[in-house]
């Protein structure tokens, strides 16, 4: 019997209107990667939106669900014993109810737990039915959390009060399921001392037995506490609960992800510091190392000021005319070996860039290195409850290795010699990008190095030590 033939049209509309938020739930799930068998749950209760109030039975074997159910009806529709008896969901009609019986959370038979596990979500309502002679087990405990999660109503009943001593021993198991059933699932839920089996016999020839079987309490909250109006606000919120625990689950599951990749953007932002630290001191340094070649440059310029104030005096006329030899005093008091010490400091210079660049690579090497192993480790030791966290960690391990092979290859094909005679030749990328961080005062638009703003080549030349092609020689005319 479908629930469309006993809903009003506001009813209707209000069904409508959340199978629509719903399904837009849905499609944003399957934008987010969740698997079929996440959403299965949520489908159901879509699809159950339009079925009768459905009462699943939970619980562990042997705690009476059968018997329970039996009672209910009031004749024997469910095979009772004391060994695994229901195989699979079985639904039984009453009173516009669809009532199912489950096999045992705790079964032998693995298949048994898991259809039961499966089936939970698509339920109005849950009755859980534990025995009174072992209440609230640790296999209990730990199926009503999975039940909590999914945003269930929970009633309990305690079966089997009949092997009870007396009110006082009831009273007792009554306050201790409450207690962890409170701590539980937050609330207290309705709880419900019975033996099924008095009741079955009280419906059945027996009826002295009826009122101990406390039975009647149970039946009268599910006639009227379960009216119309309360089981059609339980099947609404049934859907609701779904959804909300899938909201929560890929809530926490985007709070985790978003967490692992600002611990990439903080890695590369710890690169990227890295590196500009590096550029600072190498500008830093360069200009103390520069500063050397400049100052043979100076000691060149202070030496040809030296030889033409000396050579251009009216008494050394005569030696002008000479040119072969103004030209040998030049190279041997004013050049001297000031090409050598350039040549020199410069090949150092290169040496040490190339040095303070692989170093550099190897400390960004290691930095790399040890947040591959770190991610590594830590997912080796998660467990993933689904394959759908997968791609994702699968994504970010290829890039942390993409990265980090590619750091580790130019460690591995650093040649310093190349390296350094490409920088000697002018050529070679690293080079460029050097070039590129030098402090702004050593380059010109000539291509003269500057130091305070002074282009060293304008100095040179006034010194006659540098020319621009097509210049007259000072030693020729």
Known sequence: MSLKGILDPAQQELVREERRILNELRASLIRFGASDESLSPLEQSIGQLDELFLLVVVGEFNAGKSAFINALAGQRLMEEGVTPTTAQVTPVRYEDINIVDTPGTNAVIREHERITADFVPRADLVLFV??????FTETERAFLE?????GKKVVIVINKIDILG???DLAEIRSYVADNARRLLGVTPEIFPVSAKAAYRAKTGEPQLWASSGFEPLERYIRTSLDSSARMRLKL????GVGG?????????SRQR???LQDDFTLL???ERQLEAFQQDMAREF???MAVVDNVLLEMERRGYDFFDDTMRIGRMFDLLNRSRVQEGFERQVVADAPQQIEKRVIELIDWLVDADFRQWQRITRHLSDRRRAFRDRIVGQRFEDEESRPFHDERRRMVDTVGRAAQTVVETYDRRKEAQRRRDGGGGRRQRCRARRPDHYRGDDGGRRRDGDPAGERHRRAGILRHPGEADPGKG
């Open 166 to 168: 007396g009110d006082r």
């Open 269 to 271: 932002d710890d690169v």
């Open 258 to 260: 978003l967490a692992e």
């Open 287 to 289: 200009e103390g190392r």
């Open 245 to 253: 625990a899938l909201i929560d689950r890929y809530a926490a599951m």
């Open 237 to 240: 919120l049934n859907p609701l």
């Open 146 to 150: 999975r039940i909590r999660d999914w």
């Open 130 to 135: 534990t025995s009174a002679d072992r209440p």
